[in-house]
């Protein structure tokens, strides 16, 4: 699995976002992702593909999570 971050911008707003991509490769991912970029440029919000690299499951929140992050 795989995961790949976006960057985004409108008019001088940037920010980011990530999708998990199903691919068996990371090459794959990558044109899975530049496709995914194509397609959807088509409104006002410009898609960049910033980074695809691979994961062991998706970004979840958990409440161990949150509680690791209150105690910093």
Avoid: C, H
């Amino acid at each position: 699995m795989y995961m790949a971050e976006f960057k985004l911008r409108y008019g001088s707003r940037k920010w980011y976002v990530r999708r998990v991509i199903e691919a068996d490769s990371l090459e794959k991912a990558q044109e899975l992702a530049e496709r995914y970029v194509k397609a959807i440029n088509k409104g006002d919000v410009i898609w960049e593909v910033a980074d695809v690299y691979e994961v062991k499951k998706p970004l979840t929140i958990t409440p161990e999570m949150v509680e690791m992050l209150e105690k910093v």
